[in-house]
T-cell receptor, first 117, second 114 residues
């Protein structure tokens, strides 16, 4: 079945540094990927829609200059948290749908736990 | 209008019992309603989904009941097992991008006692 992989699964870094999270579709191509953020014991909140070859679409309230998204290929989208601070600590999850099967439901990665000290 | 309201927040069921989780939505443009199961430290996994042209869908022990006029849908887990203990999210999408942007409910923590 369709598999979405995220890397790293867990990252700890100092306040002020930038962190890059990768989301890969392993056995399908995805023109669209989605990035979510989930705080402990809360629901998933959509941050942005990543479009291959074009700019990402950000949800209201999400700072596009802080959360940089690049979708340079049909199998890879990256989320870079710039100048990360403790309040950015969260569980970041991506999802994707096969481009050749647009009516298939989204497949989620296993998430990246980001801890900013 | 984009909200999906989910209840209860937590649920405790005995092994073999029926777990029922409810969701309500407001946006009539929604036309795809999936349920996801999430274990700690993992991403959500699709359990079952329904479109509004049917009132019920069953897959194994999992059943979705859908009431379009009431704008409500629910997940029933029959013969609940300890391995079903997880967080369950309902979601909805639509308005021309049926499998696009998902709006999630608040989640229900299900605990099944042996």
């Amino acid at each position: 079945g369709a598999v979405v992989s995220q890397h790293p699964s867990w990252v700890i870094c100092k306040s002020g540094t930038s962190v890059k999270i990768e989301c890969r579709s392993l056995d399908f191509q995805a023109t669209t990927m989605f990035w979510y953020r989930q705080f402990p014991k809360q629901s998933l909140m959509l941050m942005a829609t990543s479009n291959e070859g074009s700019k990402a679409t950000y949800e209201q309230g999400v700072e596009k200059d802080k959360f940089l998204i690049n979708h340079a290929s049909l199998t890879l989208s990256t989320l870079t948290v710039t100048s990360a601070h403790p309040e950015d600590s969260s569980f970041y999850i991506c999802s994707a749908t096969p481009a050749h099967l647009p009516k298939q439901p989204q497949h989620f990665g296993d998430g990246t736990r980001l801890s900013i000290l | 209008q984009q909200q999906v309201k989910q209840s209860p927040q937590s649920l405790i069921v005995q092994k073999g019992g029926i777990s029922i989780i409810n969701c309500a939505y407001e946006n009539t443009a929604f036309d795809y309603f999936p349920w996801y199961q999430q274990f700690p430290g993992k991403g959500p996994a699709l359990l079952i989904a329904i479109r509004p042209d049917v009132s019920e869908k069953k897959e194994g022990r999992f059943t979705i009941s859908f009431n379009k006029s009431a704008k409500q849908f629910s997940l029933h887990i029959m013969d609940s097992q300890p391995g079903d203990s997880a967080t369950y999210f309902c979601a909805a999408s639509g308005g021309g991008t049926s499998y696009g942007k998902l709006t999630f409910g608040q989640g229900t923590i299900l605990t099944v006692h042996p």
